[in-house]
């Protein structure tokens, strides 16, 4: 049987030094703060809000709420932006996803402060990491990329297939891959024969959105299975991969819930740390 790869405890090291880094900044005067803006009332938007204020709350990160009706303007979003990118209080502005369809989410992300963009979607940040440059980096891959390195999973020479594209998780996990010296394949809804090419992977990474897609036939045996997808059905919330079906094939797989989760929530604490603690140089603080 596999080998669980706990995202809940990857994300309680993550946290813990997170918190010791947030107390050496108290210790000299600064309290990283994070600014979360939430549009309209969508029940899942609003618990992945209520656990992240939780964890910054946990790790000493100040929260400061933006909540706003489904039909607020642009205009007005844009000025809440604004404010929080002036704010020298907030080291970090989180714009939880997704928004109404009236809203541009695109031209949301871009104004964010490239130094705020504690999700590291904005483009300036996903142009330095194709560079290698150091910046935010998207949550969810870096969660992933750190369960990899606590797992003792080796990526240098591995083979490595995310299925997936978007730039919240797909583009950057495979750049975070590549940088780390995987072979990397990214595959998607017109990739050919997908079953056979994700057989060749050492590390499988699905992010799909669609319930249970990844099964046995998807698996080259010893293979470390990575699943992000969290789908909610009648039957509660499931991964992208048939965990009863792989888990007999894998090396390594990680469980939905308590899987990747954690890790994103963990990796926007830490991010909105990093953010701080360069704002705190920046002055001359360091």
């Not at 108290?26 to 703060?33: C, D, F, L, S, Y």
């Not at 939880?96 to 695109?106: T, V, Y």
């Not at 998607?188 to 997908?194: E, G, I, V």
């Not at 308590?258 to 603080?285: H, Q, W």
Request: net charge negative; glycine share 8%; with cysteine.
């Amino acid at each position: 049987m596999a080998r669980i790869i706990d995202g809940t405890e990857v994300a309680r090291t993550v946290l813990r030094d997170a918190t010791r880094r947030a107390a050496l900044l108290k210790e000299r005067g600064v309290t990283p703060g994070l600014a979360v803006v939430l549009v309209g009332d969508d029940p899942a938007s609003a618990t992945y809000v209520r656990m992240k204020e939780r964890d910054c709350a946990e790790a000493g990160v100040q929260t400061f709420d933006h909540r706003f009706p489904a039909d607020i303007s642009q205009t007005e979003l844009d000025a809440v932006i604004d404010r929080c990118n002036e704010d020298p209080d907030v080291h970090g502005i989180l714009v939880q996803m997704p928004l109404p369809g009236h809203l541009d989410a695109e031209a949301t992300i871009a104004r964010i402060d490239p130094d705020k963009d504690v999700d590291g979607f904005h483009p300036a940040n996903l142009g330095r990491l194709v560079r290698g440059l150091d910046a935010p980096r998207a949550c969810t891959p870096w969660g992933v990329m750190k369960m990899l390195e606590y797992y003792g999973v080796r990526i240098e020479g591995a083979d490595a297939v995310v299925i997936g594209r978007s730039t919240i998780v797909g583009k950057p996990m495979a750049l975070m891959l590549l940088e780390a010296n995987a072979t990397v394949t990214v595959c998607h809804s017109r990739t050919r024969d997908l079953a056979k090419v994700c057989r060749q992977a050492d590390i499988l990474i699905a992010a799909v959105g669609r319930p249970r897609m990844v099964t046995a036939e998807y698996v080259k045996p010893g293979a470390v299975v990575i699943d992000v997808g969290i789908n909610r059905t009648d039957a509660g919330l499931v991964g992208d991969v048939d965990f009863e079906a792989v888990e007999p094939l894998a090396s390594a797989i990680t469980p939905v819930p308590g899987g990747v989760g954690p890790m994103t929530r963990a990796m926007l604490v830490a991010n909105t740390i990093d953010s701080a603690t360069a704002a705190t140089s920046d002055v001359g603080g360091a």
